[in-house]
Nanobody, 125 residues
Framework: QVQLVESGGGLVQAGGSLGLSCAVS????????MGWFRQAPGKELEFVAA????????DYADSVKGRFTISRDSTNKTLYLQMNNLKPEDTAVYFC??????????????????WGQGTQVTVSS
């Protein structure tokens, strides 16, 4: 059974930092490209960041470039998202995603094969 379990969300003031984790089990972690998406209230699911299975290449939404960093640990089968200089518009439920194919800003979320349950991030002004 494939499981993606996010943790690390919470409430933070604007300008603060949070780190998200996604523990993966039930699939060959090193064989999958991984990513983060988010969904704000009343809005569609949007791409945030992605990292290739090799960990050698990353991609980010323009809105988070320079503030967020995605990384992965193949030994511990964990995906990370470090979020710095958070803004109120970053408030959303953040989802971990796994796909054998590419994940990126031009790839529709509905091709993602596996999703986590989501973790809430709230940034107060």
């Amino acid at each position: 059974q494939v499981q993606l379990v996010e943790s690390g969300g919470g409430l933070v003031q604007a300008g603060g930092s949070l780190g998200l984790s996604c523990a993966v089990s039930g699939l060959p972690f090193s064989a999958y490209n991984m990513g983060w998406f988010r969904q704000a209230p009343g809005k569609e699911l949007e791409f945030v960041a992605a990292i290739l299975r090799s960990g050698g290449s990353t991609d980010y939404a323009d809105s988070v470039k320079g503030r967020f960093t995605i990384s992965r640990d193949s030994t511990n089968k964990t995906l990370y998202l470090q979020m710095n200089n958070l803004k109120p518009e970053d408030t959303a439920v953040y989802f971990c995603a796994a796909r054998f194919g590419i994940i990126g800003p031009s790839v529709a979320p509905d091709v993602v094969q596996y999703w986590g349950q989501g973790t809430q991030v709230t940034v107060s002004s």
